[in-house]
């Protein structure tokens, strides 16, 4: 479809909430200026998504927002507990530090849980995102779109003026939430594997110190008015959140409760029968009191469908146990960002884009199989989570299998439908890994490995690899450290952790992930280097006098 277009874009977000925001973020660090829309008039102004897990603040530690996002941190800081009980008055079923049995080992991760609300965390994300060079649009509709072989052509109009933009963008990330309406146009449709429950949601003030006897949670599972109903405190002091699941059998409708009904509920969660309860609109200036979320998980048949691709919610939704949700979708957009920038710098080809189904998808499903267990070990039961793998291993230790990743052993033909996980304790360094985290010190100061990737792809060497930095050095934007030469290794960490040896080399990708590695010094580094590379971007037959790294410019610099 030809013009004209009231504005051009290479990438076109629809959605802001954490996962659009964030793909922002990323994108424009890699020299990319998005345009991103969203319909509602800003961002979040309720918590959602309350804690974020160490992988996801090890991104945002790469983008340098580790710092800011930890001195945002709410109230449920020092609120680590979980509780389960018949009634919040009633004896408790179990508690447990909810912290203390997801927080990763020091040798795991250099970051670890943030407890900020997701509406703080999405005012510092879309700051970054505009200072580098977004063009963010709250209060916009999508109102079409037409995808075709070059490009995708949309409406999308300002709810504020009524004024229309038709707007061409050379790729669109849907990040519009659970409801998909961007799928849904296009007639994408979910595998949904279980049961779900609609949940109605509304705050209430109430003074509960009598039946608090000075206790303090995050969480409360309480069996009563229904199993499954839970009770957050907020942060305002005396200000609460309870979520009541539907059940038609008991005869509870499945919409809006009256203010009366709503007050009765909170006595019956409590087991106060004569509390005084003050229901708060949640958002403020509206009427509406109660809100609705379904509760259940379901993944998309398809998390691309040619130009356009599903992220976050709109690609997949697990329940809230493990706070898995939002963090899924920010792992999503870092994993889609570098990708788009790589291709749309012409380093890259197309093929590149298609391992991000076949690398998130099945990420996706193991998580939601996660997040399922935990629902079942929380509901009714001890609080004993019952995954099949643990919490740790499930935010470190997935692994990718695709096109972008060069295993040391033949790669499946046929993509699996769930990831496979290692326990991150015990790192192998295999290739469609996470990088490991291992202590590093450049001139006195302590830095991870981590910290070394800011973009690009990078060549980490033993100390005995001299070779592989001299071979690599005509490669544009290839970032190469050797670990031993200025970046010393104290704990003896690196070649273990790496698996390789003290001649060896490990390509990390720009999104931290093991592409591919030698375990010792081959006869042509260079050349050995060149053709991984030509390969993970799907730039097989390129011309050989043709750059096969992206030139990743880091952010732009400030306005």
Known sequence: MTGPYDRRTAVLIVGGGITGLSTALFLTRLGICPLLVERHPSTAITPQARAFNPRSMEIYRAAGLEEEIRGRQSILAGLPEMIGADTLAGRERFRVDLLARVRPPAAVSPADWALIDQDELERVVRAHAESGGAEVCFGTELVSVDADDDGVTAVVRDLGTGA?????????????????????????????????????????????????????????????????????????????????????????????????????????????????????????????????????????????????????????????????????????AHNLAWKLAAVLAGRAGQALLDTYERERRPVAWLTLETAMRHIT?????????????????????????????????????????????????????????????????????????????????????????????????????????????????????????????????????PDGFVAWRARELPARPGRLVRDALTRLLGLDGAPPDRPVLPAWPGPPPPR
């Open 164 to 332: 229309a933009r038709r707007v061409r963008a050379d790729y669109l990330v849907a990040a519009d939430g659970n409801r998909a309406g961007v799928r849904d146009r296009l007639g994408i449709g979910a595998d949904r594997p279980g049961p779900t429950t609609e949940v109605s949601y509304f705050v209430f003030d109430a003074d509960l110190s009598a039946v608090l006897r000075g206790r303090r949670f995050l969480l409360a599972y309480l069996d009563r008015p229904a199993p499954g109903t839970v009770l957050v405190p907020l942060r305002t002091y005396g200000r609460w959140m309870l979520g009541v699941p539907a059940h038609s059998e008991q005869g509870e409708p499945h919409g809006d409760f009256p203010e009366e009904r709503c007050a009765e509920l909170v006595r019956l969660a409590t087991g106060v029968a004569d509390l005084d309860v003050t229901l708060v609109p949640p958002v403020p200036g509206r009427p509406e009191m109660v809100s609705r979320s379904t509760i259940g998980g379901w993944v998309a048949h398809r998390f691309r469908a040619g130009r356009v691709f599903f992220a976050g919610d709109a690609a997949h939704v697990v329940p809230p146990a493990g706070s898995y949700g939002a963090n899924t979708g920010i792992a999503d």
């Open 377 to 509: 070990g929380r509901h009714g039961g001890t609080g004993k989570d019952v995954t099949a793998i643990d919490d740790v291993t499930m935010i470190f230790g997935y692994r990718y299998d695709s096109a972008a990743i060069l295993p040391e052993t033949p790669a499946s033909v046929a993509p699996a439908s769930v990831a496979q996980a290692e326990d991150p304790r015990a790192p192998s360094g295999r290739p469609g890994l996470r990088a490991p985290h291992v202590w590093l010190e450049r001139a006195g100061a302590r830095l991870s490995t981590l910290d070394l990737f800011t973009g690009a792809f990078t060549l980490l060497t033993g100390p005995d690899g001299g070779e592989w930095a001299a071979a690599a050095a005509g490669e544009a934007g290839l970032a190469v450290h050797r670990i031993g030469a200025g970046l010393r290794d104290p704990e003896d960490r690196f070649l273990g952790a790496y698996g390789i040896t003290g001649t060896g080399a490990t390509l990390v990708r």
